[in-house]
């Protein structure tokens, strides 16, 4: 019975280091166009004890969650931009050289 228990410890530990792992580097990779230590914080991910991985993983949780955000309500305002405006720069420059 120690056996199993302790087989079944050892597997559930390997497999949180693994899921652990794999999150941190799904996090990292996101947005990773418009971060500039995505390399690093993968190989951390990999090398770093697991509870160093966690907090990191929070930490780039909250910044994929910032870049969201904003990029969210870069959107809705540049849509109630070209609302009220009735169209973008790039649109009305179009029409303007098309009438020339």
């Known amino acids: ?7 079944q ?6 497999k949180d280091q ?10 990292s990779m996101q947005y990773s166009d ?3 230590d ?14 160093d991985v966690k907090q990191e993983t929070w930490t780039e949780s909250i910044k994929n969650a910032g ?3 904003y990029d969210t309500v870069a ?5 109630a931009l070209d ?5 973008t720069e790039r649109e009305q420059d179009t029409d303007i050289n098309r009438n020339k």
Not at 9 to 14: A, L, M, N, P, Q
Not at 18 to 27: L, M, Q
Not at 38 to 48: P, Q
């Open 38 to 51: 995505t390399g690093e914080k993968v190989a951390d991910s990999l090398v770093k004890p697991k509870e």
């Open 83 to 87: 609302t009220v405006t009735g169209g």
């Open 9 to 14: 410890k050892g597997y559930d530990e390997v």
């Open 18 to 27: 693994v899921g652990t792992r794999k999150d941190a580097i799904n996090e």
């Open 75 to 79: 959107n809705t305002l540049s849509s």
């Open 67 to 69: 870049i969201s955000a």
């Open 1 to 7: 019975m120690d056996n199993r228990n302790s087989l």
């Open 34 to 36: 418009r971060k500039d």
